[in-house]
């Protein structure tokens, strides 16, 4: 299912970027970059359909049809959340957090690191390894795409590594990721080992008022730091 935006004008009162149009390809990784403050959170929460665009569109192409954001129902099925904290402050166990979503024996057959966590608080967790939990839930809500803000900001370079596997992971299952985030050295480093037949589909924007300006997924990571400026 491609992610279509038809002239869509992003912001609350006011857009904070030019209008976009642009399709991001099913099955790619879909990395969005850009300096705190250009509206990288504000373009996620509108393709998650939390706000409404100012104008235009934002629609699921399923080949026969179209979703729009406004079925919030339907687009819940097909769109799923991953922000940049975990919610820690829960009192459920991971097995519970999972079940909010789905099977949690579906979520540990793909992700067995999780296994031995499933009687443990949500709150007991590090910070990575909650942010695993959170990931595979998001994996259990929607079998299309995931929506991720920031997702390593506070995990350490191991928990980030098993991040980038779970994504990996869901990408191989035909699932498509759009990730707004600073980890420019994963970034680099996933583009470099992504098959060819992936990487094909996947992009890098840099989000600035002008809207989003396409990199070459292939760029090096000295590239990817010039254009963060």
Known sequence: MNLVLNNA???????????????????GMHVVLG???????????????????????????????????NDARAWGKHVAFVPSMPPKHVGLTVAEVLSLSGPWEEAVSHHPQLEPWMNQRLSTLSDGQAQQVMVARAMLQSNDWLMLDEPTAFLDVRG??????????????GGSVMMATHDLRGVHR??????????????????????????????SLDALEAALG
């Open 9 to 27: 004008h992003v912001g609350h009162k006011h857009p904070c970027m030019e209008p976009l149009t642009m399709t991001f390809g099913a099955g």
């Open 190 to 219: 996933w583009m470099q080992e992504a098959p060819a037949e992936v990487a094909a589909v996947s992009s890098i924007h840099v989000l600035s008022s002008s809207g989003l300006s396409p990199l070459a997924t292939d760029a």
């Open 35 to 69: 300096a705190n403050g250009t509206g990288k959170t504000t373009l996620l929460r509108t393709v998650l359909g939390v706000q409404a665009p100012l104008a235009g569109q934002i629609t699921l192409d399923q080949g026969e049809g179209k979703l729009h954001t």
């Open 160 to 173: 980030q590594r098993h991040l980038w596997g779970m994504l990996t992971t869901h990408l191989n299952c």
